[in-house]
């Protein structure tokens, strides 16, 4: 079994884009299909960013941010 998170974050935004381009965008529903996609794609940004920390510390704020935002 695969747990490479940052290959995971991927194929999960990718998707939920995937599924919101099947959506027909309404007046209703289009702040919401904006939503999900920022927030899709945002678990797989903050994710990479928190591996790029320069030191264990700022990776596990970064984490911390990561799991308080998603």
């Known amino acids: 079994m695969n747990y490479d998170l940052e290959d995971r974050t991927k194929k999960f935004s990718k998707e939920i884009i995937e599924f919101l381009i099947k959506i027909k965008k309404t007046r209703i529903n289009d702040g919401m299909i904006s939503q999900l996609t920022r927030s899709a794609t945002s678990v797989g940004a903050n ?9 264990r510390k700022d990776f596990k704020n970064k984490i911390f941010i990561c799991r308080n935002e998603n």
Do not use: I, P, R, T
């Open 47 to 55: 994710y990479c960013e928190a591996n790029g920390a320069s030191s």
